[in-house]
């Protein structure tokens, strides 16, 4: 049997939990402007910024298309909508694992695991 490759083992990780938060998240507004028509799983923290969070649940959340993809996640009113939904002291954990682990390099057995949780 093929090994799968890195890349695609961190694509279907992330489309699994993506589809998590959609299912948890389903019937909230945009995160970061309140529109009703949210339906994207959103990054706060992009994966550029800190491969750490790439799959961190609190880190991704139900978002409008605008924001999304036209706005770069339009992070300033995420953080005030995470902070409404989390809590202040959840969204500084996000951001000192951000500060700390900009690049994390993920084993296949994490994103197996991973897998599982979400599935
Ligand atoms: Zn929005």
């Not at 949210?38 to 800190?50: I, L, M, P, R, T």
């Not at 880190?59 to 995470?82: D, E, F, P, T």
Request: hydrophobic share 35%; proline share 3%; charged share 25%.
């Amino acid at each position: 049997m093929a090994v799968t490759p890195l890349p695609k083992l961190l694509e279907k990780t992330q489309k699994i939990v993506n589809s998590y938060v959609r299912r948890r998240d389903e019937g909230l507004n945009c995160i970061s402007c309140g529109s009703p028509n949210a339906n994207q799983a959103g990054h706060w923290v992009s994966v550029k910024q800190s491969s750490a969070l790439r799959f961190n649940e609190w880190n991704i959340n139900l978002q409008c298309a605008g924001c999304n993809l036209y706005k770069h996640g339009n992070q300033v009113l995420y953080r005030i909508g995470l902070v409404n939904k989390i809590g202040e002291k959840a969204v500084k954990e996000l951001e000192d694992i951000a500060l700390n682990n900009r690049i994390k390099k993920w084993e296949r057995d994490e994103l197996f695991e991973i897998m599982k949780k979400y599935s």
